[in-house]
């Protein structure tokens, strides 16, 4: 945006001449992943016999970009820590501060209850998608339900684009959820009571104004269709 950072007379502390060659050490450092350039002024230097260096002026005689040493932070994890999860294809993803890319080696998938590692993914594999910010992990199998996990991933697993590595999460309770209880396929019936059905069957001398019912084996509700 052509902001000047630093403004420095040539016969500062900070400007040191040795022969031929000219130093400047900034008082204050650059910024991360900066693009930056340099201007000196015709007549800033000049040779033992008083001829001027004719300077550098533009935004291309010397330019640069700074490194970027900021190692990339996670923004949100899916499923959320301490959240839930659907057993039944399960898709993990997490969303970090900046683009990344995928480095070496394994993302586990571990049951809180003792540690064990259900699966070791290869970061390198297919079952990893990343796009920008953004890393998928597709496990190969269904996960239990109303079981506690938590994902590990070393550190040098994820880079940001300067190679930066994301720290990752090395413990039971950076990233941990809890799947969903298993649905219930199994269908009513007749209570196992003595008699599930008032008036029971082929029962005889029932008053006319008798209430029917029927106790079922578990809890239900009003669906569709006639009696």
Partial sequence: DDSVVATIPVGDVQVSVSGSTMTIDPISPLE???E???EIPSAAFIDLEGNAFAGLSGKTAWNFTTADNTAPTVNSFSPADNGTASAMDTTLSLTLSEDVKAGTGNILIKKTDGDVVVETIDVASGTVTISG???TIDPSGDLEYETDYYIEIPSGVLLDLADNSYGGTADATTWNFTTDVAPDLT???LA???S???PSDDAENVAI???LSLTLSEDVKTGTGNI
Wanted: proline share 10%.
């Fill in 32 to 34: 991360e992943d900066t």
């Fill in 196 to 198: 599930p059905l008032s």
């Fill in 133 to 135: 910010e953004t890393v």
């Fill in 36 to 38: 930056y350039y340099i």
């Fill in 187 to 189: 269908a009513p019936t």
């Fill in 209 to 211: 104004d008798a209430n």
């Fill in 192 to 194: 196992a009571i003595a």
